[in-house]
């Protein structure tokens, strides 16, 4: 492959990330972008885009559920067709993934985007909870005295979360202490 400068390359390889993976309109800018650069440079995408040559790469995660969204991450990407080569470790909390430059920046691409999402609907479903289990904190004159405009994103993420109260299962109690 042509010697290209790391920065370059970086971007032009997030830049093919965001064709494959962007949504509607980004997408279609990434495109723009990437073939300016690329007739700028003078590259070929197929050579930046070496797929064979890979290396291994660790991640770390904290419960078993990240460790599993990052294995199926992982399967995502490897499933557009290529053989089945599946090859990860494991330790010390820590996966290591064998995957090409490119993989490697979809995968942080998609990784980024569904923990955030993760994380928000976590916070959401805690918020449903509580007020399903009717668990939250009223002011002592029973007064919401929050008098904020919500935001159009706030007010749908309210209503989400309202939507999300509805299949909150009850709490189950032990009442009789002897049993």
């Given amino acids: 492959m042509q010697n290209i400068d790391e920065k370059l390359k970086a971007k032009l390889l997030k830049l093919q990330a965001l064709v494959k993976q962007g949504v509607g309109g980004e997408s279609r800018n990434a495109k723009d ?15 930046l885009l070496d797929e064979t040559r890979t290396k291994k790469y ?51 691409i998609l990784k980024d985007g569904y923990f955030k999402s993760w994380k928000r609907y976590l916070k959401m479903a805690q918020t449903a909870f ?8 009223v002011s002592e004159d029973g007064i919401n005295d929050n008098k904020e405009k919500l935001s159009p994103a706030k007010r749908a993420e309210l209503f989400e979360i309202a939507r999300m109260c509805d299949s909150v299962p009850e709490a189950e109690f032990k009442r009789n202490l002897l049993k």
């Fill in 130 to 137: 509580i007020h399903a289990s009717e668990l939250f904190i």
């Fill in 33 to 47: 972008i990437l073939e300016k650069l690329l007739k700028k440079h003078n590259i070929d995408i197929n050579l």
């Fill in 58 to 108: 660790f991640f770390g995660y904290k419960t078993e559920f990240e460790k599993n969204m990052l294995f199926r991450i992982f399967l995502k990407i490897r499933n557009n067709g290529k053989s089945a080569d599946v090859r990860y470790t494991q330790r010390n909390k820590t996966i290591g993934l064998e995957l090409s430059e490119y993989e490697f920046v979809e995968f942080e």
